[in-house]
């Protein structure tokens, strides 16, 4: 089975600094792949960024950024140049190549951008 | 032009009721799913649907019955509402590739609440 953990259930972080968000990641598959969700108060889940489990390039997405460090097993989610509107719960996500195609949770971290 | 999409977005009900939340996807894709996030803000999927058929059921009381009439459309039919089913209810939908780069897309969720 695999398993999401996100060990900072809040972080705070300056206007126009840079911040990272950890997830470590467990999975005995060769194949899989990580993503990141913000959910900002109002509450609606949005995609952020994908990585492949097979991609040698860190994904980036605008102002986004995965670092990938496979033989850790993590993928931290790095902001550049935070904004007061990136304040949100941000969950990392794992789905596992083949059948099952669900996704699984780590349990947040709620960041604070302050002005 | 919304992606994903679900009625309603807020649900208060007495328990013993039965209710039900309509999802649409425009996207085209072919797998839809629910998930449920609870008071921690915790998300754990629920079902999985693809070209209609079932493809993940995990273990969730048989009160819960989801139905999918067409492959955009996923509703989720609840009978004998339960307080512990106070939660909020997430639609996704993507493309199947067989892979795990299926980026999953979310709906606004439903907040449901059982008095």
């Known amino acids: 089975a695999q398993k999401i953990t996100q060990t900072q259930p809040g972080m705070f972080v300056q206007e126009k600094e840079a911040v990272t968000l950890d997830c470590t990641y467990d999975?005995?598959?060769?194949?899989?792949?990580l993503f990141w969700y913000k959910q900002p108060s109002s509450g609606e889940m949005i995609f952020l960024i994908y990585?492949?489990?097979?991609?040698?390039q860190n994904a980036t997405e605008g102002r986004y950024s995965l670092n990938f460090q496979k033989a850790r097993k993590s993928a931290n989610l790095v902001i550049s140049a935070s904004q007061l509107g990136d304040s949100a719960m941000y969950f990392c996500?794992?789905?596992?190549?083949?059948?099952?195609?669900?996704?699984?949770f780590g349990s947040g971290t709620q960041l604070t951008v302050l002005p | 032009d919304t992606a994903v999409s679900q009625t309603p977005k807020y649900l208060v009900t007495q328990m013993g009721n039965d209710k039900s939340i309509k999802c649409e996807q425009n996207l085209g894709h072919d797998t839809m799913y629910w998930y449920k996030q609870d008071s921690k803000k915790f998300l754990k999927i629920m079902f999985s649907?693809?070209?209609?058929?079932?493809?993940i059921n995990e273990t969730v009381p048989n009160r819960f019955s989801p139905k999918s009439p067409d492959k955009a459309h996923l509703n989720l039919h609840i009978n004998s509402l339960e307080l512990g089913d106070s939660a909020v209810y997430f639609c996704?939908?993507?493309?199947?590739?067989?892979?795990?780069?299926?980026?999953?897309?979310f709906g606004p969720g439903t907040r449901l609440t059982v008095l």
């Open positions: 990585q492949g489990s097979y991609d040698e």
């Open positions: 996500a794992m789905s596992i190549s083949g059948s099952a195609r669900q996704l699984t």
């Open positions: 996704a939908s993507s493309y199947f590739t067989g892979g795990s780069t299926d980026t999953q897309y």
């Open positions: 999975t005995s598959d060769q194949s899989y792949g």
């Open positions: 649907y693809n070209n209609k058929e079932l493809i």
